[in-house]
């Protein structure tokens, strides 16, 4: 479980240090602060807990109550710090339990007596173990839509990789975006240090599409820190709306749809190239064009209610798309400027899934039979 929970929580950034990848040196790294705070009951265990102490620990009591993710963040950092710096009770403490990690059985042991208690502390439990057999629902407390200000600027401020200094509840923070599998989904790490080797922690999520920057925290102050390294960036954001959020794959689905649509439109307008036209460019690409039918699939499995959606595709002049057999030259001469926003962005993938994605929810929406558009880009026989 806990090789689950660490994508979901933690980046380490290496630098050189290529040792500090190793899985069990990040495990042990990880631990150690839920270790520290739920003391082990095995005597050989409990002594090199205890050998950690820092009077600075202290000092941290009200991150500790209010956040303790970010309070384990600062605590792996120190200990990471000290073992580079060669002390002692580093060096023992993530030596001790990497040897014992070469025991399969001894690890999983360890894992398992911890699992619940990191999940609680991590507030995870209820998405990586839900109370039921129906599908995980992982609640956000909050969620703040902000309207997004001059999209062209803000997504090369997004996208270029700039770490954000901001302060944290006192502490100095180095927060950088990173993007996830698909692109228009962000993760916000937020390191303690501003040089490798350092460890980062994963802070709720950041949404940035052409019309609205969708922020998901757990708490308030991690939502006011998300607003206030988001404005330092990208200068004052309008709100417009604040609420709470259910992540569900209905909800997922919903977002990553009016997304697509809203990036194919944006992408569009600034290549002077019509949907209609735009479908020929990405014909026959199978791997995009079966993910995006796949995806498209699982929102109507997972009942999605297109009526929002539909509004979209209206706002952008899409219903009853017709997609003509013949390929307009001059869209085959613009397609170079599709080619020069992809690389605006840092993503040669999201535009097009956009495009295509786009042409089939609108054929969708406007009662049409959207498999026939998918036969024509899949066989470039568009009927």
Known sequence: MLESILPNSI????GNRKEFTDPNFVVSL????FMYEKKPEEKEYLEVIESI?????DELNEIRNKDFPMYATYFQQKVLNDYISGKAYARNAISFLLNKFKDEKEAEKI????EDFILDKLSLKEFFKPSSD?????????VWRFYTPNFDETVKKVTSGKEIVSNYMGLTTYVILVSKELFPFFRPYVFLSNSPPRIGLKMGEVLIDPEEIIVTQLNEDRLS????FLEKELGKLESKELSS????KSETSRRIILSSLRYANWALKKSGISLEDAVHLFVKLRELIDDVERDFQKAIDNGVDFKEIKEEVKKYGWLNLEVTPAVNPLALKKSIRIISIMKEIGDMYFIPYSIVMSAIVSTYVSGKDYKLLLYGLKTNKFI
């Open 225 to 228: 820190f998300s607003r206030k």
């Open 53 to 57: 102490k820092f009077e600075s620990y």
């Open 134 to 142: 129906e599908e995980p629902k992982y609640v956000f407390p909050y």
């Open 111 to 114: 894992k398992e007596e911890y």
């Open 11 to 14: 980046l380490i950034d290496a």
């Open 245 to 248: 959020f259910i992540e569900s």
């Open 30 to 33: 990880f631990l150690l602060p």
